[in-house]
């Protein structure tokens, strides 16, 4: 069954066409990779997802429900969260409160509420630090709840942007290149753990460069270049396709 759906999605900067006609099925429960070389426009493809940008041409849709003209704010309401590119934490905030914004941009009370002592918001803020720290559990992260971020590694500050992202039970979780910047053994960890949170039920979209680990975890894989889907299939089949040995592959 397909969670996701793009049909025929254009977007232009300008004279610039970033991502050109995509049709893309995004499937429930399954690890979908998308590659293609730098500038390709797959960030723009998450960026569409979450409404950062409209597109000029062509439907996105959740479970059947439109998902173009939904601001950005709603859209983990929806169901679905993401990480970026370039890691965006509090550096100053504890490692613990990093993960309960991510449940407060989802929750009834929002941030300032959670300052006041209400008896309802207790509870509330309660159920969040709960949530908090299963996520922070899931990323193997709960020891250092109280760590301040800008201290923990740079593989531990990339988990803790995952961690943040799951909080809220999303039913699709966008990773863009998750594992850049982490050294061998951390993505062997990564993988482990993405392998773990597919199986709770959440279906993973994501983006990365590193080839072993997109071979080894996605069940299938579509690829981008100038904008344009060039390829999709199984890592098997991907790795042996000519038109994406040129693109990317062979470079
Ligand atoms: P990738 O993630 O595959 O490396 P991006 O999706 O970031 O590529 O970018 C695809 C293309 O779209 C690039 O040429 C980039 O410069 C361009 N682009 C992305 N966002 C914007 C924007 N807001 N305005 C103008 N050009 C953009
Ligand atoms: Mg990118």
Not at 112 to 121: G, I, K, Q
Not at 197 to 216: S, Y
């Amino acid at each position: 069954m397909s969670l996701l759906t793009l049909d025929n999605v254009t977007i232009r900067f300008g004279g610039l066409t970033a991502v050109d006609s995509v049709n893309l099925e995004v499937q429930q429960g399954e690890i979908l990779a998308l590659i293609g070389p730098n500038g390709a426009g797959k960030s723009t493809v998450f960026n569409l997802i979450t409404s950062i940008y409209n597109p000029t041409e062509g439907r996105i849709s959740l479970d059947g429900k439109p998902l173009v003209g939904i601001p950005t704010h709603k859209i983990a309401d929806m169901g679905i969260t993401r990480t970026f590119q370039a890691i965006r934490l509090f550096t100053e905030l504890s490692v613990l409160d990093n993960v309960k914004i991510g449940a407060h941009c989802r929750g009834k009370a929002g941030l300032v509420h959670s300052f006041t002592r209400l008896p309802s918001m207790k509870r509330e803020e309660a159920e969040i630090e709960e949530k908090s720290l299963e996520a922070l559990g899931f990323l193997d992260l709960a020891s250092k709840q109280d760590e301040i971020a800008k201290n923990l590694s740079y593989g531990e500050q990339r988990r803790l942007e995952i961690a943040r992202a799951l909080v809220s039970k999303p039913k699709l979780l966008l990773l863009d290149e998750p594992a850049a910047g982490m050294n061998p053994q951390e993505k062997v960890v990564l993988m482990e753990m993405i392998r773990r949170i597919r199986d709770t039920g959440i279906t993973v979209f994501l983006v990365e460069h590193d080839m072993k680990l997109v071979m080894g975890i996605s069940e299938r894989i579509a690829v981008l270049d100038y904008g344009k889907k060039i390829a999709e299939g199984t890592p098997s089949e991907v790795r042996s396709n000519k038109a994406v040995i040129e693109a990317y592959l062979g470079s």
